[in-house]
């Protein structure tokens, strides 16, 4: 496929499910993945250990009706970064599209990032923007916003992720030259991004929405959990340890992890949205 006389290349999509997700969401992810306007000629989703018998009906039914869609079922839950690596070793295509199982990508997600990619080849890493939305309602909630070009993304991954992680994609052979994603069980996405710029990728944003973040009752109760935070503060501290932030940088960022820990849960979805998801 062509787009404005350049030549689009072919791109591997890269999804992981679990047991807990909900069938009608993930097949709802996967059906806006196979709405694009540029379609993958492969398609690997890796199921993190035994699904239920629903999810299982929702996999199969795609494996049967599309020969690219090749699930990768590991026998025991391992967490996101094995699953990721997994997933990339099976792979066919150099450019690599990640999605979560249960967001919704937007129709031109897809083309426009493998028009960037092929238009611009020293970019290793593109993200985009994400639109926030109510998973009861559909209405939207917020839009989380991220730097556009490599000087100021490196800026802010010194504090924060500078990639809106369900919109992320990169080429596999930097992955690779890295060793790909680490196996902390949280905060393994930012861990990734900074490895990926302390070896030299270049990154860019695209200043679109081109992905939908689904927003339930219970993503502000995560980030508000114990578990989250420690590993929050100990992947940003092995960030500083390596050089590539300051123990400012550090301090900043654990300080407003740990406001968020401590406010009540009433208080956490608006501190949230007005003072985290600024552009």
């Given amino acids: 496929m062509e787009r404005k006389g350049v030549r689009l290349p072919d791109y591997s999509v890269l999804m992981s499910v679990y047991s807990g997700e909900k069938p009608e969401y993930l097949r709802e992810c996967i059906d806006s993945m196979l709405a694009q306007t540029f379609v993958t000629n492969d398609f690997v989703l890796v199921c993190d250990g035994p699904l239920t018998e629903e999810l299982d009906r929702v996999v199969e039914e795609y494996e049967e009706k599309y020969d690219f869609f090749r699930p990768l079922r590991l026998p025991e839950n391992r967490g996101v970064g094995t699953c990721a690596n997994e997933g990339l070793a099976v792979c066919r295509n150099e450019y690599i599209v990640k999605m979560d199982s249960d967001d919704i990508a937007l129709p ?36 989380k ?7 100021a993304i490196r800026k ?7 990639f809106n992680n369900p919109t992320l994609v990169y080429k596999k052979s930097l992955v690779e030259k890295i060793g790909g994603y680490s196996t902390v069980r949280r905060c393994e996405d930012y ?17 679109k929405v081109l992905v939908r973040y689904r927003v339930t009752g219970g993503n502000y109760n995560r980030r508000k959990n114990w578990a989250n935070t420690r590993s929050f503060i100990a992947v940003r501290w092995r960030i500083y340890r390596s050089g590539f932030s300051s123990l400012w940088d550090f301090t900043v960022a654990t300080g407003a992890q740990l406001v968020m820990f401590l406010l009540p849960s009433s208080l956490t979805g608006s501190f949230y949205k007005k003072l985290l998801r600024k552009g």
């Fill in 191 to 207: 861990d990734f991004v900074v490895r990926m710029l302390a070896a030299g990728a270049v990154g860019r944003n695209i200043p």
């Fill in 156 to 162: 802010y991954a010194r504090r924060r992720n500078p």
């Fill in 145 to 151: 916003k991220t730097p556009t070009g490599d000087a």
């Fill in 108 to 143: 031109e997600r897809c083309e426009l990032s493998m028009y960037i990619m092929a238009k611009h080849p020293r970019v290793d890493m593109l993200g985009a923007y994400l639109s926030e939305f109510d998973s009861d309602t559909g209405k939207e909630i917020a839009v």
